[in-house]
């Protein structure tokens, strides 16, 4: 049998009057042994970076809900694309989310063990340069920064969460 089953997709739209879209799976899969990988593009411009940043979340054995904290401006997000990755050779995945409040740059995370040569940390979303990007309610500028960090396993029982701009 197939070691990974990867199910993809896109969302073709998410209005700016929306702060959350589902999609669906063809088949259900083990919440336990699967990750998501998604991207987006929005043509949207001006201080109100929150409304044009997402996350991706596996939130039933056959659901993906993508959200964001704000309402979007006049232009919408005009495609997401979707992976739903499912490891069947025993893999384990954990997931989460976690929330910086204003003026913290870093977050030192709890886990449960893991074996640092064969694990890796990453997020569901990244919009590019390697960065890991999430959800923001900041509508004052248009950096990134606020909602995106770099991930980071600093021992096997920690992940450290990083981002530039607080």
Request: net charge negative.
């Amino acid at each position: 049998p197939n070691a990974i089953n990867v199910q993809k997709g896109s969302i073709t739209t998410m209005t700016g009057t929306t702060t959350s879209v589902t999609a669906t799976l063809a088949t259900t899969v083990d919440t336990n042994r699967t990750f998501l990988l998604a991207g987006y593009r929005s043509g949207g411009a001006g201080w109100d970076i929150g409304s044009r940043m997402i996350r991706a979340r596996l939130t039933a054995t056959d659901t993906i809900t993508i959200d964001r904290s704000v309402l979007g401006d006049a232009d919408d997000i005009q495609e997401i694309a979707w992976q739903a990755v499912e490891l069947k050779e025993g893999s384990t995945v954990r997931q989460g989310s976690e929330n910086f409040g204003s003026g913290v740059s870093q977050k030192l995370v709890s886990i449960s063990a893991v074996d640092l040569n064969r694990a890796a940390a990453f997020a569901s979303v990244q919009a590019g340069a390697g960065q890991n990007v999430g959800r923001s309610p900041f509508v004052s500028d248009d950096i990134m920064g606020v909602g995106s960090a770099t991930l980071a396993l600093t021992s096997s029982t920690e992940l450290t969460l990083e981002r530039t701009s607080t």
